[in-house]
């Protein structure tokens, strides 16, 4: 049986998340703050899927690095959207931006701290500490 990616898993039910909040947006008439919480929003979990194929470390570590840029991105939409009074809010997406940001750190400087030096592992040996390291994460919550 294979092991659940939990950061793939959170980042696109974070994204289905997101999308549904904008098309609330839309609904309100809110299109230039949909459209750009849509982009960076879903973006977060696009970069860090394809940094599950990366070609090197230092690869894997660039893709999560525009993933947790995108991540703080999508915080400032969403605070936005909070401190406008005419816009619809949600807390809880709020919070799980503020985890993804978290959890994607913690993978950035496992991934720099583990495997500074030469890399001679593969990526899936990478990709196993990383699944390792979260787990760890999420169990010491």
Request: positive net charge; charged residues 25%.
């Amino acid at each position: 049986m294979e092991q659940k990616n939990i950061i793939i898993e959170k980042s696109l039910d974070f994204s289905v998340e997101i999308v549904k909040f904008c098309e609330l947006l839309e609904s309100k008439r809110k299109y230039v703050v949909a459209k750009q919480l849509l982009r960076s929003g879903t973006s977060i979990g696009a970069n860090i899927f394809e940094a599950q194929h990366a070609e090197s470390k230092g690869d894997f570590i660039h893709k999560m690095k525009i993933a947790i840029k995108e991540a703080n991105e999508t915080l400032y939409w969403l605070l936005i959207c909070e401190r406008s009074e005419s816009y619809p809010t949600d807390s809880s997406l709020k919070l799980k931006t503020e985890e993804l940001i978290r959890i994607i750190s913690r993978i950035i400087l496992s991934s720099k701290g583990k495997f500074g030096g030469s890399m001679l592992l593969g990526f899936a040996a990478i990709s196993t500490f990383v699944v390792h390291k979260i787990k760890l994460l999420f169990t010491a919550v």
